[in-house]
């Protein structure tokens, strides 16, 4: 059945580029050996399924121009960290590779990886290689295939962690591509004979466009399970046992500026399959998407849209189909709570792990908070199992009780914020990295959310609302990479300097949020939003969460008090 597509219309060019690309291999070889700073637009795309991106300084990108000089190219290289883990080992050696290779910069993603930014051409074989050699690899963190496999990362008692981690390793293993073209790009292996390969999963086009797995604990929904293609809900009998998953098809969150055919969705249930069938429960919905998503038109080409355009009754036939079996009816579950497992727990193993805010996922040194650093510091002392979470935020787990202010000591050192030093608002943000890096940011988003936040902070609590958790979200551009359509508070860049802002989703990231504004200048966007936490203050029902207050309210009525 592979590569049935469910209209009879022209594939778009990336369909092409990858049917020609002899299995991923493309002219990326020939074009590496060359001396020049940039790879051609067809070997850029097929560079992103081997994990990494051209982007330029955006800058400098018009001074460049206008000089009719070339742009500055560099890449940003991202790894694929099934459940957000690292060994102490690992992560020290990813901040070498940083100084070495890289801007000195580590950035935790929204999807537990890490990306390097600024590798320029001719580092990029022997930070790959490096990568590698370190046990890590970045082969599918980008392109058409199954992208990183993430789970909540917290190693909590109560959860069967280390189950749920050998999945998301396991999926992930299993839905790497299985072509040899990375081996022979970058680790100098031995060549063989494309034409001999195959892709058993993906076939020779690969799946029509990106597809996230993530794996959640019903309770506490840190992965934010309705945002990606696929989410597994792990179920758990009364005796504490994994017994199997809900299956949860078709969230994502991208969409383009004036394009009326794009927009976030929510996942919706499928059904219930026991962990023995879980494989080949996957594979069938991969396939499904490999055979009927929409190769002609990548804007429409997620499997959201198909699940949207078809309907969940035709994804559960083709799911039987597909698999030989029928799904069971999905297991009631209850998103109550979500936790960025920032502070200090108890783990499963009677120690304790830590867990660190990260400003907009930046590990780095300024004058004044020495991050980088003091996690270094951290990780080379006391040799901890390290986490990143999809908050962007990192744990250490494995620490003793004795050892606990000896970290604290080393965070407070090095200038370092704790969880009982930061603001509520602060701690529940994240922003996309956009401006200067990103190639499709319309706007700045980490670069500016900080000011944004610290004037937000002082409104917040001059209201007395410091101890409300609000989660607010801020990107450069649509395409929603902090998640912000599931946030209470969503700024969305809709040009330069100018932002949409959204209100009305949950903090359990179970409801989208609705555009309130199309287009906020940045310096408005606490004056815009005021008048609502101030009307949230007075007239909000007892116990009453922000995103619930707004969406009670509905969108007119906030827009009545927030004239702008
Ligand atoms: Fe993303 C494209 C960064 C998570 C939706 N994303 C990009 C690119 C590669 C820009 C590009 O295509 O040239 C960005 C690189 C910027 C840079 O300089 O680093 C980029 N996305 C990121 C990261 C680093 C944001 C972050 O703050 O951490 C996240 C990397 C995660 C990872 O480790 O794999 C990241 N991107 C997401 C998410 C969130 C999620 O999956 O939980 C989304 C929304 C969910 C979804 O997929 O719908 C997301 N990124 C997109 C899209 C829109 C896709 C769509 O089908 O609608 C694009 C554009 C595209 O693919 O054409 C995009
Ligand atoms: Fe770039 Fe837009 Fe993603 Fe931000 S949301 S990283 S601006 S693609």
């Given at each position: 059945?592979?590569?049935?597509?469910?209209?009879a219309?022209?594939?778009?060019?990336?369909?092409?580029?990858?049917?020609?690309?002899?299995l991923?291999r493309?002219?990326?070889?020939?074009?590496?050996?060359q001396?020049?700073?940039?790879?051609?637009?067809?070997?850029?795309?097929?560079l992103?399924?081997?994990g990494?991106?051209?982007?330029d300084?955006?800058?400098?990108?018009q001074?460049?121009?206008?000089?009719g000089?070339?742009?500055?190219?560099?890449?940003?290289?991202?790894t694929?960290?099934?459940?957000?883990?690292?060994?102490?080992?690992?992560?020290?050696?990813?901040?070498?590779?940083a100084?070495?290779?890289a801007?000195g910069?580590?950035?935790?993603?929204?999807?537990?990886?890490?990306q390097?930014?600024?590798?320029?051409?001719?580092?990029?074989?022997?930070l790959?290689?490096k990568i590698?050699q370190?046990?890590i690899?970045?082969?599918?963190?980008?392109?058409?295939?199954?992208?990183?496999?993430?789970?909540c990362?917290?190693?909590?008692?109560?959860?069967?962690?280390i189950?749920?981690?050998r999945y998301?390793?396991?999926?992930?293993n299993?839905?790497?591509?299985?072509?040899?073209?990375?081996?022979?790009?970058?680790?100098?292996?031995?060549?063989?004979d494309?034409?001999?390969?195959?892709?058993?999963?993906?076939?020779?086009?690969?799946l029509?466009?990106?597809?996230k797995?993530?794996i959640?604990?019903?309770?506490?929904?840190?992965?934010?399970?309705?945002?990606?293609?696929?989410?597994?809900?792990?179920?758990?009998n009364?005796?504490?046992?994994?017994?199997?998953?809900?299956?949860?098809?078709?969230?994502?969150?991208?969409?383009t500026?004036?394009?009326?055919?794009?927009?976030?969705?929510?996942?919706k249930?499928l059904?219930?399959?026991?962990?023995e069938?879980?494989f080949?429960?996957?594979e069938?919905?991969?396939?499904?998407?490999?055979?009927f998503?929409?190769?002609?038109?990548?804007?429409?080409?997620r499997?959201?849209?198909?699940?949207?355009?078809?309907?969940?009754?035709?994804?559960?036939?083709?799911?039987?189909?597909?698999?030989?079996f029928v799904?069971?009816?999905?297991?009631?579950?209850?998103w109550?709570g979500?936790?960025d497992?920032?502070?200090?727990?108890?783990?499963?193993?009677?120690?304790?792990?830590?867990?660190?805010?990260?400003e907009?996922?930046?590990?780095?040194d300024?004058?004044?908070?020495?991050?980088?650093s003091?996690?270094r510091k951290?990780?080379?002392?006391?040799?901890?199992?390290?986490?990143?979470?999809?908050?962007?935020?990192?744990?250490?787990?494995?620490?003793?009780?004795?050892?606990?202010?000896?970290?604290?000591?080393i965070?407070?050192?090095?200038?370092?914020l704790?969880?009982?030093?930061i603001?509520?608002?602060?701690?529940?943000?994240?922003?996309?990295?956009?401006?200067p890096?990103?190639?499709?940011?319309?706007?700045?988003?980490?670069?500016?959310?900080?000011?944004v936040?610290?004037?937000?902070e002082?409104?917040?609590?001059?209201?007395?609302?410091?101890?409300?958790?609000?989660?607010?979200?801020m990107?450069?551009?649509?395409?929603?990479c902090?998640?912000?359509?599931?946030?209470?508070?969503?700024?969305?860049?809709?040009?330069i300097?100018?932002y949409?802002?959204?209100?009305?989703?949950n903090?359990?990231?179970?409801?989208l949020?609705?555009?309130?504004?199309?287009k906020?200048?940045q310096?408005?966007?606490?004056?815009?939003?005021?008048?609502?936490l101030?009307?949230?203050?007075n007239?909000r029902?007892?116990?009453?969460?922000?995103?619930?207050?707004?969406?009670r309210?509905?969108?007119?009525r906030?827009?009545?008090?927030?004239?702008?």
């Amino acid at each position: 059945m592979e590569g049935v597509m469910t209209e009879a219309a022209k594939k778009s060019a990336v369909e092409v580029e990858k049917e020609n690309s002899r299995l991923l291999r493309g002219n990326i070889g020939e074009q590496l050996a060359q001396l020049t700073s940039f790879f051609t637009s067809s070997e850029h795309n097929l560079l992103k399924c081997h994990g990494t991106y051209q982007q330029d300084d955006r800058d400098k990108r018009q001074d460049l121009m206008r000089q009719g000089k070339e742009k500055a190219f560099s890449f940003m290289v991202r790894t694929k960290l099934p459940g957000g883990k690292l060994t102490a080992n690992q992560y020290l050696e990813l901040d070498r590779f940083a100084e070495t290779y890289a801007n000195g910069t580590l950035r935790i993603t929204t999807r537990q990886g890490i990306q390097f930014h600024g590798v320029l051409k001719g580092n990029l074989k022997p930070l790959m290689k490096k990568i590698n050699q370190a046990m890590i690899t970045t082969l599918g963190a980008c392109g058409d295939v199954v992208r990183n496999v993430c789970s909540c990362p917290a190693p909590l008692p109560d959860r069967q962690k280390i189950e749920i981690e050998r999945y998301a390793r396991d999926i992930s293993n299993r839905t790497l591509p299985q072509s040899n073209a990375y081996h022979e790009l970058w680790l100098d292996g031995k060549k063989v004979d494309s034409s001999q390969e195959k892709e058993p999963l993906y076939g020779k086009t690969y799946l029509p466009r990106k597809f996230k797995i993530v794996i959640a604990y019903p309770g506490d929904n840190c992965v934010d399970i309705y945002a990606h293609d696929l989410g597994l809900a792990a179920m758990v009998n009364p005796e504490g046992d994994l017994t199997g998953f809900n299956l949860l098809v078709g969230g994502g969150m991208g969409s383009t500026h004036n394009v009326a055919e794009t927009y976030p969705l929510l996942a919706k249930p499928l059904g219930y399959v026991s962990k023995e069938k879980i494989f080949e429960a996957l594979e069938a919905i991969i396939k499904i998407q490999r055979d009927f998503g929409n190769r002609s038109n990548r804007k429409r080409a997620r499997l959201k849209y198909l699940v949207e355009e078809k309907g969940i009754p035709w994804m559960a036939a083709e799911f039987q189909e597909y698999a030989g079996f029928v799904l069971e009816p999905i297991i009631p579950m209850d998103w109550s709570g979500t936790h960025d497992h920032v502070g200090w727990y108890k783990n499963g193993t009677g120690n304790f792990f830590c867990g660190l805010f990260v400003e907009n996922g930046r590990i780095k040194d300024t004058a004044e908070i020495r991050l980088r650093s003091g996690i270094r510091k951290i990780i080379e002392t006391f040799k901890p199992d390290v986490y990143l979470t999809l908050q962007q935020n990192i744990l250490f787990d494995g620490i003793d009780e004795a050892q606990k202010s000896s970290v604290e000591k080393i965070l407070e050192e090095h200038g370092i914020l704790t969880d009982r030093k930061i603001s509520n608002i602060l701690r529940w943000s994240m922003a996309c990295p956009a401006f200067p890096t990103c190639g499709l940011a319309i706007t700045e988003s980490e670069r500016a959310l900080p000011n944004v936040i610290r004037v937000l902070e002082k409104e917040i609590s001059g209201l007395g609302l410091e101890k409300e958790e609000i989660t607010l979200r801020m990107t450069g551009c649509p395409n929603g990479c902090a998640r912000p359509y599931t946030s209470e508070i969503g700024i969305v860049g809709s040009g330069i300097g100018q932002y949409e802002i959204l209100l009305g989703g949950n903090f359990e990231g179970t409801r989208l949020n609705q555009t309130l504004f199309d287009k906020i200048k940045q310096e408005n966007l606490v004056s815009a939003l005021k008048p609502i936490l101030e009307s949230f203050k007075n007239d909000r029902k007892s116990g009453e969460r922000f995103g619930d207050f707004c969406f009670r309210i509905g969108t007119p009525r906030l827009k009545q008090m927030s004239i702008q």
